[in-house]
């Protein structure tokens, strides 16, 4: 079991190590950090049943083996910056303008310095070494905290580092949030912390005492808006598949559906359908579908919701039953609840999915923008008109156009937030840069 303890003397004995180590770090080349990822690359691969057993503890993920999805996405994102790495470190060279030429104008690519890596609990392992790819890869140290709630998946991620890694260039120290709060005392050259953004604006505050630079992968409401003519089973799998992953434990979730006036039965009969292919069996719910809700407190949450948008006239169109001794919620489908309630005003953050009719696309750029800018929005469209409309009215971290959640495992397109969903960008080159500092160097002749 996980103790609180907190051994101040002991993380700041690990952080002026690394502190020490950053211009050894930042000397090394393209090869040395190549080599460093290989042997993470190797470890996580040896590990990888050991992974999917975890998560299954940890959160009920279904058994995967050795192709979780989790170990899976970070080797995808270690292959694809072994192979770039070289050009990425590469000094950029700049024209220099008229009235300087002759002089020689560069961007060199330096690290950070000492980064702290706070884990979240709903990807623990995927979206603890994702991050820790490009913090390598840009030459930077690292202190990793694991989340506290997957105790089996924070004692292998900790395994994991302490096999692979010196302390000096990463290491990692287990605990709740009190050993959060002791680290963040410390003047780190960077945070990346992902999770809510009530979490996320603590770990900024904390950071701002140090005037420290933060990546933030927070979350909202991501909303997906299905125009008047795509295919009604189509759109019911694609919002299906991406709600109801994870047990909707996830950031990108579909949050809520904007569904013209005059389909909504339509598409809510599809969703009802697709619920029962996935999660039913003659009608009985199968739990190990189903990842569980976290814990007992985020259960209470989450059925609180459906409760209170209940009472103010929403209508719970199928599920809404939950089982807290087995932290189940069966996914469940609530048609038009108010603006004012939480199932629309919070990131849900479980298998609950609101279905809101619309007129046009005032209404969805009104409601869209009432919650803040989302981390994602998908758009369900055949129509390049409606979808460049959809994309002028709403702003978001990241789109996905007739799908959900896949611009995320383009390894080569940005991923992140904004303002309230996040800020930063991380994956292939982009985290490269994110975890640089771009050093402007004017030399003259």
Not at 296 to 317: F, K, L, P, Q
């Amino acid at each position: 079991m996980q103790q609180d303890r907190v051994d101040r003397d002991e993380i700041k004995r690990v952080f002026e190590l690394q502190r020490r180590n950053r211009t050894a770090l930042k000397a090394t080349t393209v090869a040395q950090r190549s080599e460093t990822l290989l042997r993470l690359r190797a470890a996580i691969v040896a590990r990888a049943e050991d992974a999917d057993a975890a998560l299954h503890a940890d959160l009920g993920k279904p058994r995967m083996g050795a192709q979780h999805f989790e170990v899976q996405a970070v080797l995808a994102d270690i292959d694809e910056t072994l192979e770039h790495l070289a050009e990425w470190m590469a000094p950029q060279i700049i024209e220099p303008s008229p009235r300087f030429a002759g002089n020689e104008t560069f961007i060199m690519y330096e690290p950070r310095g000492v980064v702290l890596l706070l884990g979240p609990w709903n990807f623990p392992f995927g979206l603890t070494f994702e991050p820790l790819v490009p913090i390598i890869a840009a030459g930077n140290s690292a202190i990793v905290k694991p989340n506290e709630l997957q105790p089996a998946t924070s004692r292998l991620i900790a395994q994991i580092i302490r096999d692979v890694f010196d302390e000096s260039q990463v290491a990692v120290f287990e605990g709740g949030i009190p050993v959060a709060e002791a680290l963040q005392e410390l003047p780190f050259d960077h945070v990346f912390f992902t999770g809510s953004p009530a979490v996320g604006k603590r770990v900024m505050a904390a950071a701002a005492q140090h005037l420290t630079s933060v990546t933030l992968e927070l979350g909202g409401k991501c909303p997906v808006i299905v125009d008047d003519e795509f295919p009604t089973d189509q759109a019911a799998a694609i919002i299906a598949g991406s709600r109801f992953f994870n047990g909707g434990q996830i950031c990108l979730a579909a949050d809520y559906v904007f569904a013209p006036r005059a389909r909504v039965g339509e598409l809510t009969e599809a969703l009802s359908r697709q619920i029962d292919e996935m999660f039913y069996i003659d009608g009985v719910f199968q739990p190990g579908r189903f990842s569980r809700i976290v814990d007992a407190r985020n259960h209470a949450r989450v059925m609180d919701s459906i409760d209170e948008a209940r009472a103010r006239g929403a209508t719970v169109v199928r599920g809404g039953r939950g089982d807290v001794s087995s932290l189940s919620i069966e996914p469940t489908l609530v048609l038009d609840p108010p603006a004012g309630t939480r199932l629309m005003l919070d990131e849900i953050f479980g298998p609950v999915l609101p279905i809101v009719s619309y007129d046009n696309l005032d209404d969805v750029e009104a409601q869209v923008d009432a919650t803040g800018k989302p981390l994602a929005v998908y758009i369900l469209s055949n129509s390049r008109a409606f979808v460049d409309e959809a994309l002028l009215r709403t702003s978001s971290g990241g789109v996905t156009v007739n799908g959900a959640m896949t611009h995320i495992s383009e390894t080569r397109l940005p991923f992140g937030g904004v303002n309230s969903s996040g800020m930063g960008r991380y994956r292939g080159h982009a985290g490269f840069l994110e975890l640089s500092n771009a050093r402007s160097v004017f030399r003259h002749a």
